[in-house]
């Protein structure tokens, strides 16, 4: 037998939402607002844990930007900076889904920003040279926003012009003598 009665069996009671528009609303009014080096933190842990890799994740916030550093284990396999880059962006993706808001994330895995960074420095390296043997401009593969910054930033420090070019995936720097 049903009945509408309050609290009886089968009463029309308000169920708790659940899924995505849940969890923003996590976010809003009272509620304490969701982290997003936690939830960056539990999406990287939760790959780990499918590719059965170990890995020790520190969270950092800095300027805004939150950085996940991946270490310990071997993390070789993930490492790669084409690797890197698309998980940090599934990861980016994840937190944004989650949250309903753009998050800024960057992700190192065993080293691999330093290892990008020291990339980096050799390719600005290379257009001091070119500049010297008389090159006018040296363009650039296309990177994402933080590594057109540290480029920016290793270009000044050589006294070297650069400016980015391109829209979108395509979106790159050229390299001017100062």
């Given at each position: 037998?049903?009945?509408?009665?309050?609290?009886?069996?089968?009463?029309?009671?308000?169920?708790?939402p659940?899924?995505?528009?849940?969890?923003r609303?996590?976010?809003a009014g009272?509620a304490?607002?969701?982290?997003?080096?936690d939830?960056?933190?539990?999406?990287i842990?939760?790959?780990l844990?499918?590719a059965d890799?170990?890995g020790d994740?520190?969270?950092?916030?800095?300027?805004g930007r939150t950085t996940l550093?991946?270490?310990?284990?071997?993390?070789?396999l993930l490492?790669?900076a084409?690797?890197?880059?698309?998980?940090q962006?599934l990861?980016?993706?994840a937190?944004?889904?989650?949250?309903?808001d753009?998050?800024?994330?960057?992700?190192d895995?065993?080293?691999?920003?330093?290892?990008?960074s020291?990339?980096?420095?050799g390719?600005?390296?290379?257009?001091?040279?070119?500049f010297?043997?008389?090159?006018e401009r040296?363009?650039?593969?296309?990177m994402?926003s933080?590594e057109?910054?540290?480029?920016h930033d290793?270009?000044a420090?050589q006294?070297l012009g650069?400016h980015?070019e391109?829209?979108?995936p395509?979106r790159?720097?050229?390299?001017t003598?100062?």
């Open positions: 037998m049903s009945t509408t009665d309050e609290g009886a069996p089968g009463a029309d009671t308000e169920q708790a659940t899924g995505p528009a849940a969890d609303a996590e976010t009272d304490a607002p969701v982290d997003v080096g939830l960056a933190a539990d999406y842990e939760g790959l844990d499918i890799l170990d994740i520190d969270i950092e916030d800095e300027h550093v991946v270490s310990g284990g071997d993390l070789r490492s790669a084409e690797t890197v880059g698309a998980l962006e990861t980016r993706l937190v944004q889904t989650r949250t309903g753009f998050a800024r994330l960057t992700l895995i065993g080293g691999s920003r330093d290892q990008r020291r990339e980096l420095a390719l600005v390296q290379r257009a001091v040279d070119a010297a043997a008389g090159d040296f363009p650039l593969e296309p994402s933080y057109r910054k540290l480029v290793l270009a420090a006294g650069s980015s391109g829209e979108g395509g790159h720097i050229v390299l003598p100062a």
